[in-house]
C-alpha cells in the first residue's frame, strides 16, 4: 500500500482523525489501547496478548529500527490495527533485517499515520479504552456509516481470544546447563521470552495448547505449572480457572504473569473488572509490598483483579495476599498464597519490551519448584 | 521511613562562576534543592562565588556566603555555622572537588560534617578512571582498552599498545578539560602534555579510539533503599568525538530496539550499585558500535550535571529537587510527581515528545580559536526545543540559537559540483557541520555518502532528507495550499524560511497561514505521554490537531527570557526574568514566561505561572501571545529583562499590536539612535565624547581625523561590545570596516572618541516617570576601553565624592526622563579630567543588575518589574521593596564594599590573545564582599583564579610607555611587600631609577640568551614568575606581549593588563599579608547595614 493513500481512524463515540495509511490496507477493527513504550514496537505487535486490539503509540517515531529476526515475541503480529504518528522512512539497525511496514502488511496489519496521537491518547484517557476502527482510502466523508460499523463490531468485555493465540502443537523448551526443575506453560498467548527466561534457569519448560486436560498435564510430571499472559477477558477463561483449581488442591507450585494472575485471582474467588484504559508501558512503578522495593515494570492489561476488602484474605486454598501494587493507582499487580507454593503478577517480568527489573520472579519460581520436589 | 530528624542545617555548595562546561544549570540545580531543604525546616547555608545567580538571592537560604569555594573560605564558613551535613552534589565538579578538599584536609571529621548525597569512596570510584574500569569489568561490561598515564613516558608506552588515534582524558577535571585525540606524536605530546597539568591528580588516560560510534547519555536516580531509575536517554547526533556539550542531542535515544536500550539500562543500573551512588542522581555516558552493537561504557559523573538539567527540562522530572529529597532520607515511591501530583516519582518519563538541544559556540570572538569540535567542550550555551517529531523539533532548536547560519537554507545555485568539497570540509566536526550535511544532501549527495563523511546516523540524515524535499515542495508548487503548508509547519519550518522559498515576506505567511487556519497548537510536558492528567503548566507548540492549553481568565503578563547563553547575554538577564515572574506573581498577575534555554531557573516550570518552551523568534512569541490573548486580559509583554534578545522583538510586537509595559519601544529606539539620543543628551546637558556615525569607510576617515585618535569603533545595536574596537590609526580603521560591514551591512558604524585614561563608571537605575532610584554606581577598575562585561568593577565607587556621585545622579536622572524610561536603565559614564562623559546609554536591565542587588541588598529587578506592571518607586519605597529613604548612590554606614570580577575561557582557547578590549569575552562573573576593598578585591581574585593572587614570590613587570609612571608606586609597594621584581630593559630601567631593585629579563623576540639566559617567556613556562604585570598598547594578536600572555594563561599565572587593575592587586595582596581572612554572610551584612542613618 502506497503510504500516501489517505486512512481514516473512528472511534464508537465518532471521534475520528484522518491520516495516511500504512501496512496492509482494508478495514480493521478492535479496542483502541494506548501503549506509552518508547522502545519496543516489535515485541509489542509480536505480544499476543494485543490480540483484538488496535495499538496507538505515544512514542512519535515508529520503525526507526525497522524489524529483525531476534526480537518477535511469538509466531506472527497480532493487533487488528496499528497507529503511529510518524512511521520512519529508512531503517537504522545493524540487526534490522526489514522494515516495519512490510512487515505489518505481511501480517495484515491495517497501520495509519500522520495522526495526532497525543490528543488521542488523551481522548482514551479520558473516555475509557473503547472500539476503534481503521479504513484504508476513506477519509471520512460518509463519517456516519464508518461509526456504526465501529459500533457493530465486537467488544472486548466477554471477549475470548484463547483459542486464537494459543499454541496448536505442544512444544518443548530445554533447559540451558544443568536441568533443575520442569514446569508446563499454559499458553493462553505466551511470549517466547518467557519460556526463554526460565530455560535460562535450567528449567525445561513444557509449552502445551490451552485446552489440555488436567491429566495431560499430570501426565508430564511438572514441578510447578505456569500460566501465560493473554488477550481478553479473564471471566471467560473457565478451563483455566478450573485447571489453576486443580493446581492448588494438589499444591503443586503455580506463577502466573498477566492474564495468568487474573486467572489465578478468578480461582481463588477474586472479581476480575474492565479498567477504564489500562495499563500499557514500560516504564510503571510497581511496589513488592513484602520488601517495600519498587520495581520498574513492563505493563500490557486493561482487566485487572479486584483487590478484596484487606491485604490478606481467606481462600479455599488457604490464606493469600495482595503481594505488589502498582504505585501510579494502587491497582493490584500480584497475589501470593501464603500456604503454598503458588503466585502470580499482572505485569511481564519477562520484559520484552521492558526492563529488566522483575527477573527475579523467575528464580522465585524456581525456588518454589525446588522446595516441593 | 522518611525524612531523616538528625538534619537540622545542610551546607550546599554552588559552582562558582559561569565557565565553558560550568554553566546556570548549577544554578538550576543549586536553587531547587535550597528550595526544597527549605520547605523540609532544615537551616540551608548557601556557598557560593557568583553573585548572578538566584541561588545567592537571600531568600533561598538561611545564610547565604558570597565567598570563594576555596578549602581555606569553606573551613571558615563551616567553622562558624557548623552545618550538621554537606550536600556537595548539586554544584557541579567545582562543588564535588570542594568537597573532595575538604574531605581529605580532614575538616567535615574535624566540625563532625557528614557528607550526603555522595560519598567521597563513591566519588572516587565514579571519577578515578582506573577504579572505574575495574567496576565496569567486574559487572560484566565493556570499557575502551586504554593505558593509565603519570608521565609522558607512559603516554609514549601506551600509544605502541593502542595505536593511534588515542584519546587523552585528564580524571578530576570538567567539561572534558585538557582532553583531546591525538592522530600523532606530536599531537599526543601536546595533549597529554597539558592533560597531566589540568588533571589535580596529575594522570590522564589514554583510551582506544571509538570515534564515530554512537553515543549516549542515562539520567540515573538511586535513592537508599536502592531503587534505581532511568530518568532519561540522551542519543546524540553527533557520535563519538565531540564532547556532549558541544553535539547536538536528541531525547529520547530514537535508533535503538528495545533490546539494545535494555542493555544500556541493566549496565547503567549495576554501575550506580557498584559505584556505590547511596542517594542522588549520576549520568553515564555510553558508545555503541553501529556495525555490531558493542557496548563501551565511557564514564559516569556520581553528581547531577549539565546533563540532569537538560533531561529534567526534556522530561518534566525534576532530578536536582529529588536528588536533595533523597539526600535527606527520602526514597523515591515518597516523594511525589509534581506534574501529576497523583504518582510518585519512582517511576521512569516517557515522553510522547522529541527534544532536540543545539550547542551555541562563541568562536566569533576568539579570532584564531580552532574551531574543530573534540572531547573539550567549546560552546558556551544551548537551546533546546520540544517538537512531535524530530525535523520540528531540530529547527525550532536551530532558530533559537539566534545564529542565521544555524538555520537551514537552500540557496541557489543548486550545483553539485560544491558536494566533493562540502563532504571533504564535514569530515572535521566543527560548529557548521550540520547546515553542511543538510547542504549537500539537498544538492544531491546520498545519505550513505554523508554517513561516510561524518558517522552521523543514517536516520538522522533521513530526517534531514524530509526537511529538504519539503523545501523542494514549498518552492516548486504553484499555490500554497493549507495541507502542504501544515505539513512543512509539521516539520519545524519557520514562516522566514517558507517566506525564503517563496520569494515573499514573513508577514505575507503569516497572513495566509492565517487565513488558511494553519496554527500551532499547545502540548503539555508530562512525564507520562498523556497517561495521566498534568497538573504542571509546561508547554511547547507543535502543529498538530488538539491544543490542550486553554488560556485562563487572569490579568497575564508575559516575560520573554533570553535564549541561549553567549558571551555578553547570559545569567544575568535570565536572573531578572526570574525576578520579575516571582514578584509579579505575587502582586496577583498570571505570569507567563517564554524561553528556549534549558539551563536556566526561568525554564523551571516552578518560576513562572506558565512556561512555554519555544524558540525566542517573532513567530513564536506571537503564537504564544495570540493563543494567551483568547481569554483573560494581556497586560503586556515584558522585553526589557532578557537582553538584546527579547529587546530586538520590541519593534515588531508593538508593531502587531502587542502590548509592551516598561519602556516603550520608541523609546528603546530613541537610546539606539545616535542623532536623536544626541539631542536627549543636549537637553539633559551631559556631554558625550566628540562622535559621527558613518556609513561609509570616507565618513569614519573623516570623522576620526576631525575628533581625533583613538577612536572607538562599533556597529549600532549590539550587545556585548559585538564588534567593537578602539582604534589607534587610519590603517586599523580601514582593516576595521573591512571586517564590520560583514558584520553588519544594514547599520551604520558609530565613531566616537575614546578617551585614553578616564575613570568608567556603570550605573544601574529605575526611573517610574517622576522619581529616580539609583540602584547603584559601579567604579571600574580597568580603564575605559575594556568592556564593562570584563571589567572588575566596584561598588560603592571607591575613588569617587558625594559631589560626584550627585552628578551622576542628576546626569541619570535627566537622561531616564529624557528618554523615557519607565523600568531599568543602564548608563556607563566616564569620568576625564573633572568632566562627566556618557558613553552609552541602555535603556533596560544591565548585566550588574543582580550584582547591585546582591551588593546593595535591594531586589531591583524585582522593583523594575512592579514599576512596569504601573507601580511607583514611591509606592514600592511603601511597601518595603525599596529602602524608606536613600539610593544606591549614597550607601548607609555600614554597608560593605563589593567587587565583581570577570572570569574568562581563554583556558578553553588554546593560541587566543588573552589581552581585554571593548569586545566582551568572559563568560562569567565572581564577587568578593568584605569591609574594605582590598579584601573584597582579593576574595574576587581567588574566586576567580585558581590560587588567586600571590603573596610572596616573583613578578614580571612590562609596561606601556604611558603606563611607565603610573606603575611606579603600586610597583615599588610590591617590591617592599617583599616581591623580587623582574622586568624587560625599559622598563627595569626606569624602576631601578626609582629606587626598585628590578632585575633585567630577556624580552621573547630576543630570543634565550648565550649562556642559557631565559627569556621572560621561558620564565613563565618554567614556573618561576608568580604574577605577571603586562599592558599592552593597540590590539591585535601580533603585538607586544602576546606571548607573555598566552603562556600566563596555560601556566594559570594572574596576569594583569592594565595599571589600574595593578593598584588594585597591590592593595588586595597587601590585605592579604596583613589581614586575618573572615566571612559574613549577605543576611548578616544587611542585619549591619543603618538604612536609617543616611
Same mark, same amino acid.
Given at each position: ?199 535460562? %534457569? +535450567? =528449567?525445561?519448560?513444557? &509449552?502445551?495448547?490451552?485446552? *489440555?486436560?488436567?491429566? @495431560? $498435564?499430570? /501426565?508430564?510430571?511438572? !514441578? ?55 495499563? %500499557? +508501558? =514500560?516504564?510503571?512503578? &510497581?511496589?513488592?509490598?513484602? *520488601?517495600?522495593?519498587? @520495581? $520498574?515494570? /513492563?505493563?500490557?492489561? !486493561? ?71 | ?1094
Amino acid at each position: 500500500m502506497k503510504s500516501a493513500d489517505p486512512s481514516v481512524l473512528v472511534l464508537e463515540d465518532g471521534y475520528s482523525l484522518v491520516g495516511k495509511g500504512f501496512g496492509a490496507s482494508g478495514n480493521a477493527f478492535g479496542e483502541a489501547v494506548f501503549s506509552t513504550g518508547m522502545t519496543g514496537y516489535q515485541e509489542t505487535l509480536t505480544d499476543p496478548s494485543y490480540c483484538g486490539q488496535i495499538v496507538v503509540m505515544t512514542a512519535p517515531h515508529i520503525g526507526n529500527t525497522g524489524v529483525n529476526p531476534e526480537d518477535g515475541e511469538s509466531r506472527r503480529m497480532w493487533p487488528s490495527g496499528f497507529v503511529v504518528r510518524e512511521l520512519s522512512r529508512v531503517v537504522s539497525n545493524w540487526r534490522a533485517s526489514g522494515t516495519l511496514a512490510d512487515e505489518l502488511e505481511a501480517n495484515g496489519i491495517v497501520g495509519i499515520q500522520g495522526v495526532d496521537t497525543r490528543a488521542l491518547t488523551r481522548h482514551l484517557r479520558d473516555r475509557g479504552a473503547m472500539r476503534m476502527g481503521i479504513f484504508s482510502h476513506s477519509t471520512g466523508e460518509n463519517l456516519m456509516e464508518l461509526i456504526a460499523a465501529v459500533n457493530d463490531s465486537p467488544v472486548m468485555l466477554g471477549a475470548s481470544f484463547t483459542d486464537e493465540v494459543t499454541t496448536a502443537e505442544n512444544y518443548v523448551i530445554t533447559a540451558r546447563g544443568e536441568k533443575r526443575a520442569t514446569c508446563v506453560a499454559l499458553d493462553l498467548g505466551i511470549k517466547s521470552m518467557t519460556p526463554h527466561r526460565m530455560s535460562q %534457569r +535450567g =528449567i525445561e519448560v513444557h &509449552v502445551v495448547n490451552a485446552n *489440555t486436560t488436567w491429566e @495431560e $498435564i499430570l /501426565a508430564l510430571k511438572p !514441578g510447578g505449572v505456569f500460566l501465560s499472559n493473554g488477550p481478553g477477558d479473564p471471566a471467560t477463561a473457565v478451563g483455566a480457572i478450573a485447571i489453576v483449581q486443580k493446581a492448588l488442591e494438589m499444591k503443586i507450585p503455580l506463577f502466573g504473569i498477566c492474564f495468568g494472575n487474573q486467572i489465578l485471582g478468578r480461582a481463588l474467588g477474586l472479581e476480575t473488572y474492565k479498567m477504564q484504559y489500562g495499563h %500499557r +508501558g =514500560i516504564n510503571q512503578p &510497581v511496589k513488592d509490598l513484602t *520488601t517495600g522495593k519498587v @520495581e $520498574i515494570t /513492563a505493563h500490557n492489561h !486493561g482487566f485487572a483483579v479486584r483487590a478484596p476488602e484487606s491485604l490478606e484474605f481467606n481462600t479455599a486454598y488457604g490464606r493469600a495476599r495482595i503481594s505488589h501494587i502498582c504505585l501510579n493507582d494502587n491497582v493490584v499487580e500480584g497475589i501470593e498464597l501464603l500456604d503454598q507454593n503458588a503466585f502470580s503478577v499482572q505485569y511481564h517480568p519477562e520484559a520484552a519490551a521492558g526492563p529488566h527489573d522483575s527477573d527475579y520472579l523467575f528464580d522465585r519460581f524456581l525456588e518454589k519448584m525446588g522446595s516441593h520436589a | 521511613m522518611p525524612k531523616r530528624d538528625d538534619i537540622k542545617s545542610v551546607m550546599v555548595i554552588g559552582s562558582g562562576p559561569i565557565v565553558i562546561g560550568q554553566a546556570c544549570e548549577f544554578d538550576y540545580s543549586g536553587t531547587q534543592a535550597c528550595r526544597v531543604l527549605r520547605e523540609e525546616g532544615i537551616r540551608v547555608i548557601l556557598v557560593n562565588s557568583n553573585p548572578a545567580t538566584i541561588m545567592t538571592d537571600p531568600e533561598f537560604a538561611d545564610a547565604t556566603y558570597i565567598e570563594p569555594i576555596t578549602t581555606q573560605y569553606l573551613e571558615l564558613v563551616i567553622a562558624k555555622e557548623r552545618p550538621d551535613a554537606l550536600l556537595p552534589t548539586l554544584g557541579g565538579q567545582t562543588a564535588l572537588n570542594a568537597a573532595i578538599q575538604l574531605d581529605k584536609a580532614g575538616i567535615l571529621k574535624k566540625y563532625n560534617v557528614e557528607l550526603i548525597g555522595a560519598d567521597i569512596e563513591a566519588i572516587e570510584r565514579g571519577e578515578n578512571r582506573e577504579k572505574f574500569r575495574k567496576i565496569v569489568q567486574e559487572i560484566g561490561a565493556e570499557s575502551a582498552r586504554s593505558h593509565i598515564c603519570h608521565t609522558m613516558q607512559d603516554a609514549l608506552d601506551g600509544v605502541t599498545e593502542l595505536g593511534y588515534p588515542v584519546v587523552v582524558r585528564p580524571s578530576f577535571t570538567m567539561g572534558g578539560a585538557g582532553s583531546g585525540i591525538a592522530y600523532n606524536e606530536e599531537d599526543l605530546l601536546r595533549i597529554a602534555g597539558l592533560g597531566l597539568e589540568a588533571s589535580p591528580t596529575s594522570e590522564v588516560l589514554l583510551e582506544e579510539s571509538i570515534i564515530g560510534w554512537k553515543e549516549y547519555e542515562l539520567e540515573l536516580m538511586r535513592d537508599k533503599n536502592d531503587n534505581v531509575v532511568v530518568v532519561c536517554s540522551i542519543e546524540n547526533v553527533d557520535p563519538m568525538g565531540v564532547h556532549t556539550g558541544d553535539s547536538i542531542t536528541v531525547a529520547p535515544a530514537l535508533t535503538l530496539t528495545d533490546r539494545e536500550f535494555q542493555k544500556l539500562r541493566d549496565v547503567g543500573i549495576d554501575i550506580i550499585r557498584a559505584v556505590g551512588v547511596e542517594t542522588g542522581g549520576c549520568n553515564i555516558q555510553f558508545a555503541i558500535n553501529p556495525d555490531d552493537g558493542r557496548l563501551i561504557v565511557i564514564e559516569m559523573n556520581p553528581r547531577v550535571s549539565r546533563s540532569s538539567a537538560l533531561a529534567s527540562k526534556a522530561t518534566g522530572f525534576p532530578i536536582a529537587k529529588i536528588a536533595a529529597r533523597l539526600a535527606i532520607g527520602y526514597s523515591l515511591d515518597e516523594i511525589q510527581n509534581d506534574i501529576t501530583a497523583e504518582t510518585p516519582a519512582s517511576f521512569e518519563p516517557t515522553l510522547d515528545y522529541i527534544v532536540v538541544k543545539v550547542p551555541r559556540f562563541a568562536f566569533e570572538k576568539f579570532p584564531g580559536a580552532d574551531t574543530t569540535l573534540t572531547t573539550t567542550m567549546k560552546s558556551v550555551g544551548e537551546a533546546m526545543a520540544i517538537g512531535r517529531n524530530f525535523p520540528e523539533a531540530l529547527q525550532k532548536a536551530l532558530r533559537s540559537t539566534e545564529q542565521k547560519s544555524a538555520i537551514f537554507t537552500w540557496l541557489e545555485p543548486r550545483d553539485a559540483g560544491e558536494i566533493p568539497a562540502l563532504i571533504e570540509e564535514m569530515k572535521r566536526p566543527h560548529d557548521g557541520r550540520l547546515t553542511l550535511a543538510q547542504r549537500a544532501l539537498w544538492l544531491g549527495a546520498t545519505n550513505a555518502q554523508i554517513h561516510e563523511a561524518t558517522n552521523i546516523d543514517p536516520w538522522f540524515l533521513d530526517q534531514i532528507e524530509r526537511i529538504n524535499e519539503m523545501a523542494d515542495q514549498i518552492r516548486e508548487s504553484r499555490d500554497l495550499l493549507a495541507p502542504l503548508l501544515f505539513e512543512a509547519k509539521s516539520l519545524g519550518f519557520s514562516d522566514l524560511q517558507i517566506a525564503g522559498l517563496r520569494g515573499t515576506g514573513e508577514t505575507r505567511i503569516r497572513e495566509i497561514r492565517k487565513q488558511l487556519g494553519v496554527l500551532p497548537v499547545f502540548k503539555t510536558v508530562d512525564t507520562c505521554a498523556a497517561e495521566f492528567s498534568a497538573k504542571t503548566p509546561y508547554h511547547y507548540s507543535s502543529y498538530d490537531s488538539e491544543t490542550e492549553v486553554v488560556p485562563s481568565e487572569r490579568r497575564k503578563i508575559i516575560i520573554l527570557g533570553s535564549g541561549p547563553n553567549r558571551i555578553g547575554q547570559g545569567i544575568e538577564f535570565d536572573y531578572s526574568c526570574v525576578h520579575a515572574a516571582m514578584t509579579l506573581s505575587e502582586a496577583g498577575f498570571e505570569t507567563i514566561m517564554i524561553n528556549c534555554n534549558p539551563e536556566t531557573v526561568s525554564t523551571d516550570y516552578d518560576t513562572s505561572d506558565r512556561l512555554y518552551f519555544e524558540p525566542l523568534t517573532f513567530e513564536d512569541v506571537m503564537a504564544v501571545i495570540d493563543a494567551e490573548s483568547s481569554a483573560g486580559e494581556l497586560v503586556g509583554v515584558i522585553v526589557q529583562l532578557g537582553g538584546q534578545t527579547p529587546l530586538g522583538l520590541a519593534r515588531p510586537l508593538a508593531d502587531a499590536g502587542v502590548p509592551i509595559i516598561g519602556t516603550q519601544p520608541e523609546a528603546i529606539h530613541l537610546a539606539e539612535d545616535r542623532e536623536m539620543f544626541s539631542r536627549v543628551l543636549t537637553e539633559a546637558k551631559v556631554p558625550a565624547p566628540a562622535h559621527g556615525t558613518a556609513r561609509s569607510f570616507e565618513q569614519a576617515r573623516e570623522i576620526a581625523n576631525r575628533i581625533g585618535y583613538p577612536v572607538l569603533v562599533r556597529p549600532s545595536y549590539v550587545l556585548g561590545g559585538r564588534g567593537m574596537e578602539i582604534v589607534y590609526e587610519e590603517e586599523m580603521l580601514k582593516d576595521y570596516l573591512e571586517k564590520a560591514t560583514q558584520i553588519n551591512p544594514e547599520h551604520p558604524i558609530l565613531v566616537d572618541r575614546f578617551l585614553d585614561d578616564a575613570v568608567e563608571i556603570d550605573v544601574d537605575a529605575l526611573f517610574d516617570g517622576t522619581d529616580l532610584y539609583l540602584a547603584g554606581v559601579m567604579e571600574h577598575i580597568e580603564e575605559a576601553g575594556v568592556h564593562s562585561g570584563d571589567s572588575a568593577c566596584v561598588l560603592p565607587p571607591i575613588t569617587l565624592g558625594r559631589e560626584e556621585i550627585d552628578r551622576i545622579r542628576k546626569s541619570t536622572h535627566a537622561i531616564a526622563a529624557g528618554v523615557g524610561v519607565r523600568g531599568l536603565i543602564n548608563i556607563q559614564f566616564a569620568l576625564a579630567s573633572d568632566v562627566l562623559y556618557i558613553l552609552e546609554a541602555n535603556p533596560r536591565a544591565s548585566r550588574t543588575v543582580p550584582f547591585v542587588s546582591k551588593a546593595t541588598g535591594v531586589p531591583i529587578a524585582k522593583a523594575a518589574a512592579r514599576i512596569m506592571a504601573g507601580e511607583t518607586i514611591a509606592s514600592l519605597r511603601a511597601i518595603g521593596l525599596l529602602p524608606k529613604v536613600g539610593d544606591g548612590g549614597q550607601l548607609p554606614p555600614g554597608s560593605p564594599v563589593s567587587v565583581k570580577e570577570a572570569v574568562l575561557p581563554f583556558g578553553r582557547f588554546h593560541g587566543v590573545d588573552t589581552v581585554l578590549g571593548p569586545e566582551m569575552k568572559s563568560t562569567g562573573e565572581v564577587m568578593g564582599i568584605d569591609s574594605s576593598f582590598g579584601v573584597a578585591f582579593a576574595k574576587s581574585q581567588v574566586a576567580a583564579f585558581s590560587g588567586g593572587l600571590p603573596t610572596r614570590g616573583t613578578a614580571f613587570v612590562s609596561l606601556a610607555n604611558r603606563d611607565k609612571r603610573a606603575a611606579i608606586f603600586p610597583i615599588k609597594r610590591l617590591s617592599d611587600l617583599g616581591f623580587d621584581i623582574l622586568a624587560t630593559e625599559g622598563t627595569a630601567d626606569i624602576l631601578q631609577r626609582n629606587g626598585i631593585p628590578a632585575r633585567v629579563i630577556r624580552k621573547q623576540f630576543e630570543g634565550t640568551g648565550a649562556q642559557g639566559q631565559p627569556t621572560s617567556v621561558d620564565a613563565i613556562n618554567n614556573g618561576e614568575i608568580d604574577l605577571i604585570i603586562n599592558t599592552p598598547y593597540g590590539v591585535g594578536p601580533r603585538k607586544d606581549g602576546y606571548e607573555i600572555r598566552t603562556a600566563a594563561v596555560l601556566r594559570g599565572v594572574p596576569c594583569i593588563t592594565t595599571v589600574q587593575g595593578l593598584a588594585a592587586a597591590v592593595q588586595g595582596i597587601d590585605s592579604l599579608i596583613h589581614d586575618q581572612p573572615a566571612v559574613k554572610s549577605i543576611q548578616e551584612h544587611a542585619r549591619g547595614v543603618n538604612r536609617d542613618g543616611v
